[in-house]
């Protein structure tokens, strides 16, 4: 008997962290498989292939669709990749858990080359992200970007007929997938700033649903949630979009947040960058000053 629906995506990447989550519900509270059914919903940004996010609406056509079931009652709890999330989602549903984060960096893949520095001059470089492209311009203005989009499978493949000469993918996506192998390098945080809320995994439920918030408030990491808080708070104070080249990442140290946050031009020829210290409570705040203090510097160059 059904006692609690999971609604995902239908990648690879998407079930494997709905699988992760049923595991987690199944261990945490004595579950059997068949009392955690995990129902796959097509979103508009798995349907539209052939063109850029920004064009069609922005990341939040990777959540829209199962929003929507959540909303109405069709499934229990939203599995999803917390950068996928708008700055606002409906009022009426709540990020009630987030998972231990994996690795946050971006995964650099290339046959040609060992680094992005390695690439020769004029490497053409797949990818979809206007924050990967703007920092990959500011570190490599001669490097050609050609547009990149699909799955982890789609990606590699693009890669492998010579789409192009790189490509970016998470490592937190890859090593969940068991694919860490093809990975030529972990960027470091310095070298490349990553994706607001990047590696996280979000369960999100209808706000008055108490009996579900129960369910998953067993598997949440706090220092993992207080993180995604900080940055989404940056995010949340510049009501950054796919069309904003934003990155961010917080890391919870002696019950303080640290949070590294950046923007960029699409061109990558400027940048701002700010950090924030304080305690746990004062997340959300932390980002939104840092958001508003580089609103500030930025004025009408930063694209919003």
């Avoid at 069609?56 to 929003?67: C, P, R, V, Y």
């Avoid at 999330?85 to 009426?92: D, G, K, L, N, T």
């Avoid at 490592?171 to 093809?182: K, P, S």
């Avoid at 904003?244 to 919870?252: E, N, S």
Wanted: hydrophobic residues 45%.
């Amino acid at each position: 008997m059904t006692r609690v629906k999971i609604g995902t995506r239908g990648s690879k990447l998407a079930l494997a962290q709905a699988h992760e989550t049923r595991r987690r519900l199944m261990a945490a509270h004595g579950l059997a498989e068949d009392e955690v059914e995990i129902v796959i919903i097509r979103t508009t940004g798995d349907a539209v292939q052939d063109r850029p996010l920004a064009e069609i609406g922005g990341k939040g056509l990777f959540t829209k669709e199962i929003e929507e079931a959540l909303a109405d009652g069709r499934v229990d709890i939203a599995v999803h990749s917390m950068k996928d999330v708008p700055a606002f989602p409906p009022p009426e549903l709540d990020i009630a858990a987030c998972l231990p984060r994996e690795d946050v960096r971006d995964a650099f893949i290339s046959p040609l080359a060992e680094s992005i520095a390695a690439l020769p001059a004029g490497a053409r470089v797949g990818t979809s992200s206007v924050r990967r492209a703007a920092q990959l311009l500011a570190m490599r203005p001669d490097i050609t970007i050609v547009p990149f989009r699909g799955n982890v499978d789609t990606r590699l493949r693009k890669l492998e007929d010579g789409v192009a000469d790189a490509t970016f993918l998470a490592c937190a996506g890859l090593n969940r997938l068991g694919l860490a192998d093809v990975i030529t390098q972990a960027v470091p945080i310095e070298e490349m700033l990553p994706a607001i809320a990047q590696g996280a995994i979000g369960l999100q439920i209808r706000r008055d649903d108490e009996a579900t918030r129960a369910l998953v408030s067993a598997l949440d990491d706090e220092k993992t949630r207080i993180a995604v808080i900080a940055e989404r708070g940056f995010m949340m104070e510049l009501e950054g979009s796919c069309r904003t080249p934003l990155a961010a990442h917080a890391r919870v140290e002696n019950g303080e947040v640290h949070l590294i946050c950046e923007a960029l031009t699409l061109d990558g020829k400027k940048r701002w960058r700010t950090e924030r210290r304080g305690a746990l409570a004062d997340a959300e705040a932390l980002g939104r000053d840092a958001g508003a203090e580089i609103r500030t510097a930025a004025g009408d160059a930063l694209p919003l």
